[in-house]
Nanobody
Framework: QVQLVESGGGLVQAGGSLRLSCSAS????????MAWFRQVPGLERDIVAA????????YYEDVVKGRFTISRDNAKNMVVLQMNSLQPEDTGIYYC?????????????????WGQGTQVTVSS
């Protein structure tokens, strides 16, 4: 199993930047596919970005392409989402998620492990 803890959320003005970090416990972090999701009240969680176990492939939701960057450091058991040029529609709770990759085709996994979430609010 893996435990995930997010940090780095906050309030920022439109056009600003935030850096979300997800720290994972356990000795097998490199076995997990990692992703960031965003949830807005009343709506389902949407996948924002994903990265493979070695970091050789990344995925981005269309609306964040060119603005967000996902990366991972397996030596530090960490995955980071750098968010630039933030817009009010990026507002939501951001969750870090992990999956071993047995439940479908990347990046559309069921993601068995989740962090507690971190709030991102972008003001106009």
């Amino acid at each position: 199993q893996v435990q995930l803890v997010e940090s780095g959320g906050g309030l920022v003005q439109a056009g600003g930047s935030l850096r979300l970090s997800c720290s994972a416990s356990g000795r097998t972090f490199s076995s997990y596919y990692m992703a960031w999701f965003r949830q807005v009240p009343g709506l389902e969680r949407d996948i924002v970005a994903a990265v493979t176990r070695t970091g050789d492939r990344v995925y981005y939701e269309d609306v964040v392409k060119g603005r967000f960057t996902i990366s991972r450091d397996n030596a530090k058991n960490m995955v980071v989402l750098q968010m630039n040029s933030l817009q009010p529609e990026d507002t939501g709770i951001y969750y870090c998620a992990a999956d071993l990759g047995y439940s479908g085709d990347w990046p559309v996994y069921e993601y068995d492990y989740w962090g507690q979430g971190t709030q991102v609010t972008v003001s106009s």
